[in-house]
């Protein structure tokens, strides 16, 4: 009973993070109808600079804090330089954008960084709390990252539903040539939506440092379980891509906790694979989304 | 009298696409077997490599061009033809070509598992869920429950046959290795070309390009789609098993991602939906890490950088094309060869494009 509160409380944890990857997906999906494999590698290269910060002596505050700006730059550049010019065709063409943008920022992190992973100090103490006696699998860190998590999206959610801001994202993304009509600058607003979601990736990045290691391809099955995540909870909804995320988390941990470790990667393409065939929209997702 | 006798072998090349493959297929044996026999151990080592790529490209150019299904993931295919290969060859000591038979039916049979799924999948769902299998496929081989079968981390020793007797004491291992690999690949271009111009091939294009139509038009799409996911996996895992023979390996670190992304690099450059383009494709990933290294190695720049070369050059290359240079070299090959004949552009356009 103790390992299955235990199992638990641990997928909560991770859960959390590849909802925030998941969300960062949905979010560049709602505006573009894209699904960005680079997003791995794009948290994966902002996670370095912060952590060039820490292994300079800077503070973990002040890491994070460039990792979301850095996030936002490279968000906005990739979309306008790469993603801009694939947006309207094949989807064909956008997978193979944003996979060769995966391996172009792989490849030069390895370039610069080397491959052996590095450790990333967690913000606060990793012992687990005591609760009856016993130590659980849940220390102040952890309980750091769900509620960092929560706050991103119900950040994310008051943006978009309470400023006008938010509206024009909104319109931008469900109707892009009747906002157009209506003075919204469409292109603007696509830009500053992967802007954001790279920004929300880079937070995922700093948050989950700790526990993979930094390293050029230590995030590749973080992008796996967050697209699996965001397809679970259907890839149209925030609220989808948090729920997809938690769950995922939790069986994942129950896997790695009573199968073995070494699986896990391929339990979430069979998660993602019986989700599709039951329900090929996702959990929150609207049928039509996803006609052909 | 002679015209007659010369125009009929002519009528018949062009009207049979059966002996055109089949002339087209000589051909490339026998310049395999010139160019082998020329080449010193390392150039052969390396022919073989380009041989053994081409055929797991040209699969995965059936699959996205033909079909217009992709895949993230073909490098799991290619894992296991060679775990397949290793474990027939090692645990079972079947004879070669039985062996790659094997892995060849074990490739198909998981591609046709995996096409049951992608039927269902369209465009960046089935991108996801074949990238899933290529990173997490490899980590099975560690698995407690199959450590002992494959090896764990470390991976499976593949001891391959010497080249028989008959060739001679000293006939190199190498040039062996490279005519089995050039065999192989011809006759899948030979199968994969015939495929294309099929009536299967028909269907795939059809599924392609518009399923509704397809299926109003009597055809099964997911049948296809199943079949075509079934002969891409089964030709990924040929390929897998000639890589364990050439590499003398096995092991999950040879089956990362970026395998699976040199495939489709391949694809992509060489031409989605063309066959010679998959070869020109493989041609091209084979040897750039190479002369990436030696550059490298004489400017004396450090591993971490040269070492990362060719990564960058494969993401580089592969948004270049997408979006500059969506036809690949094919499709600039196939212009120059539309500006050096201008004088058959009076005949009626066959259907050639896709073989």
């Known amino acids: ?69 850095s996030g936002l730059v490279l968000g906005a550049v990739v979309e306008r330089v790469l993603v801009r010019p694939v947006e309207n065709r094949s989807p064909l063409d956008a997978v193979v954008v944003t996979f060769g943008l995966l391996v172009l920022l792989q ?32 220390a102040p860190n952890d309980l750091w990252v769900v509620l960092v998590v929560l706050a991103v999206m119900a950040g994310l959610a008051l943006v978009f539903r309470k400023t006008s801001f938010g509206l024009r994202m909104r319109a931008t993304a469900f ?34 440092a700790p526990s993979t290691f930094v390293s050029p391809t230590a995030f590749d099955a973080v992008l796996v379980f967050g697209f699996t995540a965001a397809v679970i909870g259907g ?32 339990a979430s393409l069979v998660v993602l694979i019986a989700v599709l065939m039951v329900r090929p929209q996702g959990l929150f997702g609207t049928a039509k989304g996803r006609q052909v | 009298m002679t015209a007659l006798a010369s125009a009929a072998p002519l009528r018949l090349w062009r009207q049979s696409t059966l002996v055109r493959h089949l002339t087209w297929s000589v051909l490339g044996l026998v310049v395999l077997y010139f160019v082998s026999t020329s080449l010193d151990a390392f150039a052969n080592l390396q022919l073989a490599q380009i041989c053994y790529t081409a055929i797991a490209t040209a699969g995965l150019t059936v699959l996205s061009g033909l079909s217009g299904q992709i895949s993230l993931g073909h490098g799991a295919f290619v894992a296991v033809g060679a775990y397949t290969t290793a474990v027939l060859l090692e645990h079972l000591q079947w004879p070669l070509a039985l062996v790659l038979l094997g892995s060849v039916v074990v490739g198909g049979a998981l591609g046709c598992l995996v096409g049951v799924a992608a039927a269902r999948l ?7 869920a074949t990238l899933a299998l290529a990173v997490g496929l490899p980590s099975l081989a560690d698995y407690h429950g199959l450590r002992d079968l494959l090896g764990g981390a470390n991976g499976l020793i593949v001891t391959s046959e010497p080249p028989p ?16 690999c050039g065999l192989c690949l011809v006759i899948t271009l030979f199968l994969l070309s015939n495929l294309a111009s099929s009536r299967l091939g028909r269907d795939m294009r059809l599924v392609r390009e518009d ?24 030709f990924a895992g040929l390929a897998g098993g000639l890589f364990a023979i050439v590499n003398s390996l096995a092991a999950p670190g040879a089956f990362t991602l970026a395998l699976s992304l040199s495939l489709l690099t391949a694809a992509v450059v060489g031409g989605l939906g063309s066959l010679a383009g998959a070869v020109y494709g493989a041609v091209i990933v084979t040897l750039l890490p190479n002369w990436t290294a030696d550059l490298a190695q004489r400017a004396n720049l450090p591993r971490a950088i040269y070492a990362n070369i060719p990564l960058v050059l494969y993401g580089l290359v592969l948004i270049v094309v997408i979006v500059v240079f969506p036809g690949g070299i094919q499709s600039g090959v196939r212009k120059l060869g539309a500006l050096l004949r201008p004088a058959r552009s009076g005949r009626p356009q066959e259907n050639r494009q896709e073989t």
């Open chain 1, 1 to 69: 009973m103790g390992r299955f509160v235990d199992l638990t409380l641990a997928g909560l944890t991770s859960g959390a993070v590849y909802a925030a990857v998941a969300l960062a997906l949905v979010l560049i999906w709602r505006s573009t109808r894209i699904v960005n494999f680079a997003q791995g590698g794009m948290l994966m290269i902002t996670t370095f600079i912060a952590y060039t910060i820490i292994s300079h002596g800077g503070s973990y505050w002040l890491a994070l804090i460039v990792a979301v700006l």
């Open chain 1, 175 to 208: 109707a892009p040539e009747v906002a157009r009509l209506l003075g919204v600058r469409v292109g603007r607003m696509l830009t500053l939506g992967w802007a954001l979601a790279a920004a929300v990736g880079a937070v995922a990045g700093v948050l989950i």
């Open chain 2, 165 to 180: 007797l008959s060739l001679g004491e000293s006939f190199p291992l190498e040039r062996w290795q490279a005519w089995i």
């Open chain 1, 107 to 138: 490849g030069a992190a390895g370039m610069l960084f080397g491959g052996t992973p590095r450790s990333y100090p967690p913000a606060f103490g990793i012992a687990g709390f005591q609760a009856g006696g016993r130590q659980l699998l849940f």
């Open chain 2, 211 to 234: 399923e509704q139509a397809a299926a109003l038009s009597g055809v099964h799409v997911a049948r296809t789609q199943i079949v075509t996911f079934g002969i891409s996996a089964a």
């Open chain 2, 122 to 128: 369209r465009g960046p769902y089935l991108a996801g």
């Open chain 1, 235 to 266: 890839l149209d909804s925030p609220p989808g891509a948090v729920v997809g995320g938690l769950a995922l988390g939790i069986v994942l941990s129950y896997v790695a906790g009573y199968l073995g470790s070494d699986i896990v990667t391929l």
